[in-house]
């Protein structure tokens, strides 16, 4: 797609070029500006979908998928428009606060994005070890970027954080494509780094989770997914750690697909369902067990280190 006219700026994210009406700090900025240059993604402010929406939609449904189109509803937020793996179209309501629009933009308007485009959006964040990718995945409130953290503090890099892409555009070996350097804490876990939150902004007015710059942190360029770890939390003071296999490895990684509860609908699960069994064929998937109170990133790093050096010598 060519820039043309269009006015906006250049960000990068997800090994895709972005042109961007919305202002994204987060991001990459990508180059300097050519009117002629090819993008992938072109993000904007545009009302004329609307018209489609309010045909679709009614108050209890706020979701609409049609085709190769989703559009949803945040109140007091926005409606949004992701079509053809290419555009995310945003309509603001009325003193709607754009720090809020801008976390959909980059977490569900994303993840389905990548998935219009064959990319699987895996549910967590993603570290460099070895000049390898690893992916720690789970649902909400796992504790994902906080054991990520716990990696930074002690020298490892960021690829990615809650949206990890992975591909296989090099033949048959996974990658993941790095996202954009910053994660999303909550207080309570900078509070255990020593993190001072009044140095970092909320993510949107009145939230007790932020926004974390980890420029510094940061590896910008696609490696080799070399393994899977689901965080779960048990009701037990113990952590542990078990490597999974058989076909129970497909069902993590479709329920630690971000928003794959559409796969359905966007007519993508069977080739959800051949890609993730060619990701496992590759990939080996840990379960990582965790109290559900305490402090346990520490331990948790020191578990996975060990077993990342068991899987390597007894290949």
């Not at 359905?264 to 051949?274: A, C, G, I, M, R």
């Not at 840990?286 to 077993?307: H, K, N, V, Y």
Request: with cysteine.
């Amino acid at each position: 797609m060519s820039t043309g006219t269009i006015k906006g700026t250049f960000y990068k994210a997800f090994g895709l070029k972005i042109l961007s009406e919305i202002p994204l700090p987060e991001l990459l900025n990508w180059g300097k500006r050519d009117q002629n240059e090819t993008i992938d993604i072109l993000i904007k402010l545009d009302n004329n979908f609307l018209k489609l929406w309010n045909n679709y939609s009614n108050e209890e449904r706020k979701l609409v998928v049609s085709n190769n189109l989703v559009m949803f509803e945040v109140p007091e937020t926005a409606v949004f428009c992701i079509e053809n793996g290419v555009n995310i179209l945003v309509s603001p309501m009325n003193g709607s606060d754009f720090d809020k629009i801008r976390l959909y933009i980059l977490g569900t308007c994303m993840g389905v994005l990548l998935m219009q485009r064959k990319i699987i959006p895996l549910h967590g964040s993603a570290i460099v070890i070895d000049k390898k990718a690893y992916a720690i995945i789970g649902k909400s409130g796992m504790g994902k970027s906080t054991l990520a953290t716990a990696f930074l503090s002690k020298g490892y890099q960021l690829l990615s954080d809650d949206v990890i892409a992975v591909s296989f555009e090099e033949g048959d070996v996974p990658y993941v494509v790095p996202s954009y350097p910053q994660q999303k804490l909550w207080k309570d876990s900078m509070n255990e780094f020593g993190m001072e939150t009044d140095k970092y902004r909320p993510l949107f007015e009145r939230e007790t989770k932020f926004s974390v710059p980890v420029v510094s942190n940061f590896y910008s360029q696609p490696l080799q997914l070399a393994g899977l770890f689901q965080l779960i939390k048990a009701d037990n003071n113990k952590i542990n750690i078990r490597k999974i296999e058989g076909l129970e490895r497909i069902r993590i990684v479709l329920n630690q697909t971000f928003r794959g509860s559409l796969l359905n609908q966007l007519d993508l699960s069977e080739w959800h369902f051949k890609t993730s069994l060619k990701l496992i064929e590759k990939v080996p998937v840990f379960e990582l067990q965790r109290p559900f109170t305490g402090f346990t990133a520490p331990e948790l790093l020191t578990m996975i280190l060990s077993q990342i050096k068991s899987e390597v010598n007894s290949r």
